[in-house]
């Protein structure tokens, strides 16, 4: 399913039906309210429903999981308790697969490889460290990552999270020397314009709460020059998967 129209400055929607809303936010949309007080996705996405479906009162709206600020792509809202409920099952037995894409100025050593971090969250400072071994207070992380090419001296990484904490993709890449285009935070050298980073969650699969279908969420990358001068790497991938199919 992709992104369609909404708000397109601030998210797009993807799917809604009585029990999700799925939307491709911005970068720079807060996914919850902070102390910033900016108003959040997640009340953006109230009013939506507000006004469309014309309902009085307050309107349920429950966040299954976040992406950072400087972060693009697909989020999931739950339109009721009970699909909040089993959403967050979903997300706490990593029933869901995730899949990001990333612009690094380094390429990793290896074209593909697994990372695996044990991160140390600093509330005040909001910054992630990471480190190579175990550690009293810091959380496993994993990730699987596949480098899919270069283009004008940038390189696309795929991301598959298999853990999901705090600033995971970001503090990971940066710690094998690739950080993420535009994030000054882990090590980036000068912030992208806008104040964005160059990561954006473009898929995500789950099974429906209540319907208990597959579900498949496809985010497009941003409408930029930048981010679109990529999409050549989705017929790559596209007939790679043909030629498999084939053979």
């Not at 400072?125 to 810091?138: D, L, M, Q």
């Not at 899919?148 to 390189?155: A, I, Q, R």
């Not at 935070?185 to 699969?205: C, M």
């Amino acid at each position: 399913m992709e992104a369609n129209s909404s708000h397109p400055t601030k998210y797009r929607v993807i799917y809604e039906d009585n029990h999700l809303l799925v939307v491709d936010k911005a970068s720079g949309v807060l996914v919850q309210g902070d102390k910033t007080g900016d108003t959040p996705l997640v009340e953006l996405c109230k009013e939506y429903i507000k006004e469309k479906y014309d309902k009085p009162g307050a309107v349920f709206l429950g966040v299954v999981h976040r992406l950072d600020r400087p972060v693009s792509g697909v989020v999931v809202l739950a339109r009721t308790s009970k699909a909040l409920e089993r959403m967050n099952a979903l997300f706490r037995k990593r029933d869901v697969h995730k899949t990001y894409w990333a612009i690094t100025k380094r390429r990793p050593r290896e074209m593909k490889g697994k990372l695996v971090h044990y991160l140390e969250k600093d509330e005040k400072r909001n910054v992630t460290t990471a480190h190579k071994f175990p550690k009293e207070g810091a959380q496993k992380a994993e990730l699987n990552y596949k480098v899919l090419g270069k283009l004008n001296d940038h390189w696309l990484i795929e991301v598959e999270p298999i853990t999901g904490r705090p600033h995971q993709i970001r503090v990971q890449l940066a710690s094998m020397g690739c950080p993420i285009r535009g994030d000054v935070k882990y090590g980036f050298p000068k912030p992208n314009p806008d104040g964005s980073i160059h990561l954006h969650a473009k898929n995500l699969v789950f099974e429906h709460p209540v319907k208990k279908e597959s579900m498949i969420f496809r985010a497009g990358v941003p409408r930029t020059d930048f981010w679109e001068q990529f999409l050549q790497f989705e017929d790559v991938k596209k007939n790679a998967k043909r030629l498999d199919r084939l053979h």
